[in-house]
Nanobody
Framework: QVPLVEFGGGSVQAGQSLRLSCAVS??????MGWFRQAPGKEREVVAT???????????AYADSVKGRFTIAQDNTKKTLYLQMNSLKPEDTGIYYC????????????????????WGQGTQVTVSS
C-alpha cells in the first residue's frame, strides 16, 4: 500500500475556491488523478495527469469541471494538487487522490477500478 494523504477540503460558498493537496510519501508516479464521490453516487473521475516520464504527457478533465479545476503535480515536493475555482453545490463530495494507472492510459474516461492506490479522501462541501 502506498500512502496517499489528501489535505485541503472544507466548506465554502458557491463561487469560491479551494485547493486540494495529495502528499505522496514514496515515489513520483507517472499517472495520478483526483476522483470524487457524492452521497449515494459512484466515485467519478475529476481530473488526471499522465505521462510524466514520457513525451506525451498531459492532463484530462471531466466535462463538469473543465475550465474551473486545474490538476498539477510538483515532483520536488511529491505533491499532487487540484485547484478548484468557481465551485458549485454539485461539486460537493469526498475527493480522493489516486495513483498508478492499471491500463495504457487513464484520461477523462477513467473509472475507480483503473487506479491501484487511493487516499482516505477529504470532504468538500459547497453551499449555495
Amino acid at each position: 500500500q502506498v500512502p496517499l494523504v489528501e489535505f485541503g477540503g472544507g466548506s465554502v460558498q458557491a463561487g469560491q475556491s479551494l485547493r486540494l493537496s495529495c502528499a505522496v510519501s514514496a515515489y513520483t508516479y507517472n499517472t495520478m488523478g483526483w476522483f470524487r464521490q457524492a452521497p449515494g453516487k459512484e466515485r467519478e473521475v475529476v481530473a488526471t495527469i499522465y505521462g510524466l516520464y514520457g513525451p506525451s504527457g498531459g492532463t484530462a478533465y471531466a466535462d463538469s469541471v473543465k475550465g474551473r479545476f486545474t490538476i498539477a503535480q510538483d515532483n520536488t515536493k511529491k505533491t499532487l494538487y487540484l485547484q478548484m475555482n468557481s465551485l458549485k453545490p454539485e461539486d460537493t463530495g469526498i475527493y480522493y487522490c489516486a495513483a498508478v494507472c492499471l491500463r495504457a492510459t487513464c484520461g477523462a474516461n477513467s473509472f475507480e477500478s483503473d487506479f491501484r492506490y487511493w487516499g482516505q479522501g477529504t470532504q468538500v462541501t459547497v453551499s449555495s
